[in-house]
């Protein structure tokens, strides 16, 4: 179970600069090495062919390394971690790769990043909840909470959905951390959309939050969407958002005060 003992899970990944393409994503290590990368896929020498996953038997041997040279905390990640297993295992498996590493001696904290919502298992929030080693942190991209612009996004879910799984996790990990990213202006996002997007990030309170205007890019399918939305706009909405955020923040960081945090 969680408790302030613990390292303090806020603190955010340090991510290099291909952070963003689904094939590129990387963390840099900190001063010291001891933050370090697990990656679920291997990534092909060639481009354009596909990464392989890694089998748990070849991840805990990486990260069995990576302790013995020094590294105190490991991070896992992929392009939707809470997948892992899927293809090899024909079930969900990260809850059973991350309890089996943290019998790892000399491990002190074990994160993942990016889960989807529709992959967050109860077996999962078990383990984190359970294991002392795994920092309550989750990092769930949700870009959006209208169902409509999800849709439209090619995603599943809409405000009542991400509203009771938010409440779930809480429940199920007291004390956890989470943290998301949204994007304003897509292309058909109304007033009233927006407005469900503003009232669900108030609703939630996130304890890490980022917000991006949509960025038209070339040759992509939402770039040819109609009902464009003007800059101006976008990125009005997307202040309001981290205004009421940094709100938010700042009211949960008193609430730390005085209360102890164990660093490296």
Request: proline letters at 7%; aromatic letters at 8%.
């Amino acid at each position: 179970m969680w408790s302030p003992s613990r390292t303090n899970p806020t603190m955010p990944p340090v991510r290099g600069a291909g952070a963003d393409h689904p094939q590129l994503l990387c963390l840099c290590e900190d001063r010291r090495g001891l933050r370090q990368p697990v990656f679920l896929l291997r990534h092909p020498p060639h481009p354009g062919r596909v990464p392989q996953p890694h089998h748990g038997e070849s991840i805990e041997e990486e990260c069995r390394a990576l302790v013995a040279d020094g590294a105190k905390e490991l991070i896992l990640i992929a392009q939707d971690t809470s997948r892992y297993g899927i293809d090899l295992y024909g079930e969900y498996s990260l809850a059973k790769l991350m309890e089996r590493l943290c019998w790892i001696d000399g491990l002190r904290w074990l994160r993942v990043l990016y889960c989807y919502p529709d992959s967050i298992t109860d077996e999962l929030l078990e383990v984190m909840a359970r294991e002392e080693k795994i920092l309550p942190y989750i990092d769930l991209p949700l870009q959006h909470a209208s169902g409509k612009i999800l849709r439209a996004m090619n995603r599943r879910g809409d405000r009542h959905s991400l509203t009771a799984l938010m409440e779930r996790i809480r429940e199920k990990v007291p004390g956890v951390v989470l943290r998301t990213t949204f994007i304003t202006g897509f292309p058909g996002e109304t007033e009233e959309d927006f407005t469900q997007l503003a009232e669900f990030v108030k609703d939630v309170r996130f304890e890490r939050m980022g917000c991006f205007a949509y960025s038209q890019e070339e040759d992509t399918p939402a770039a040819e969407l109609p009902d464009q939305i003007d800059e101006d706009v976008k990125e009005r909405r997307a202040e309001i958002l981290m205004d009421d955020q940094m709100a938010i923040m700042e009211a949960q960081g008193k609430s730390c005060w005085a209360r102890p945090w164990r660093c490296w």
